[in-house]
């Protein structure tokens, strides 16, 4: 039976009816319908494209064939529960092992990012055998109770801080307490978690763990300054507790140069517990923890079997191979460092040009521009950064999004085929919205529109345009 097609109309007023209201859209006051992707582009019910610079979780690219392939062979010889032998979860392990560090190697696999931080809880105070999380300012691990509760994103509107939870500042060099004048920023923040840990101790509790997520996205699209981590990792081991890092939104080679965010951290830093999960599906929901012998030893003793009904079936590991390979072939992570450093470089010219560009920083595709309405000041620009979003969206049909505490970050995590080509369109758009003009709308065709960017960037040239 072929599936009613709805119109845009009807489709927003059935979702208003029926979806929980908490459940926000894009766009919220003139949502766009998409019906179909391919690739960093999206399509709505017209044929409309739009550029996607947003959906981190399409790692690959949206409906990338090699992954539906995979996902459709597998899906129909079998998909059974992980209790049944089979080879799938096995290989999967495997090669996710031969990208981490040695002592990283033992894998529980279940469906989501929260799944896999409220599992790396359990593991943590397992292992520890005690209660307290220190984790940073404005993070973000999860949707879960136990994961609202080490969230300061999320706890702080809801029933706030308990106890057991411990916020250290979180290390951003441009706004922070210690910033880029500082001789040595990472060992400073680092001592903020030593003292807190200290603070901890004096009350008469212990820690368990330190959660933080590699490169803090909600938090501002923040790059950690070197040696915080394996600082940060030292004195929480020094107190009994373990490190775990969030790779959920930054995993599987978005920062180009590592496999993962918290090898930017130096070689010879290395978690106690890695969770990763957005990506690693392209869009299927896989996720996992990954972990020491001994911390997984010590969850076995307490005798309680952990079953995933979903996490780790032989489609899911299919689709997991099936990703690790489109990395390799199409050279992704490649792609990442050559098309980030590029975008980050136009970026960065076109702060000297704008005065509300307070700051542009990250690394491969995981970029944010933070937007103030005074550089000394570093006064957020929430307003204008809703502003640019929405003109994107409008008139050039780029889909981009905001973060940090503020919402005054553009923040750029695009499936990782994004191109040159996208980089300096998206440039372009946002240069001329900060600029103040506005796209013509008679301007309809790529090529005419090409040409009003020729001229709005004073590079003209003689070029006959035939509108008609």
Known sequence: MAQEKLRKEETLAMRNRLIGQSCRLFYSEDPVKIVRARGQYLFDENGKRYLDCISNVQHVGHCHPAITKAAAAQMDVLNTNSRFLHDNIVLYADRLAATL??????????????????LAL???????????????DHAYHGHLMSLIDISPYKFRKLAGQKEWVHVAPLPDTYRGIYREDHPDPGQAYADTVKDLIEDVHKKGRKISAFFAESLPSVGGQIILPQEYFPKVAEYVRSAGGVFVADEVQTGFGRVGHHFWAFQLQGDDFCPDIVTMGKPMGNGHPLACVATTAEIAGAFTANGVEYFNTFGGTPVSCAIGLAVLDVIVEEDLRGNAVRVGAHLKDLLTKLKARHEIIGDVRGVGLFLG???????????????????????????????????????????FKPPMCFGMENAELVVQCIDRILTGSSRPSSFTSQNIWDFYLEINSGNIKAVTVNLK
């Not at 033992?106 to 469906?111: Q, S």
């Not at 397992?126 to 220190?134: I, K, L, S």
Request: aromatic share 6%.
């Open 101 to 118: 560090p040695q002592k990283l190697c033992v894998f529980y696999f279940v469906n989501s990012g929260s799944e896999a931080n409220d």
């Open 369 to 411: 521009i933070e937007l103030v309405t005074d550089r000394e000041k570093k006064t957020p620009a929430t307003e204008a950064a809703a502003h640019v979003v929405k003109r994107l969206k409008e008139e050039d049909q780029i889909c981009v999004s905001t973060d940090g505490p503020w919402e005054n970050v553009l923040k």
């Open 122 to 136: 359990r593991l943590a105070r397992q292992y520890t055998q005690h209660e307290d999380v220190v984790v940073l």
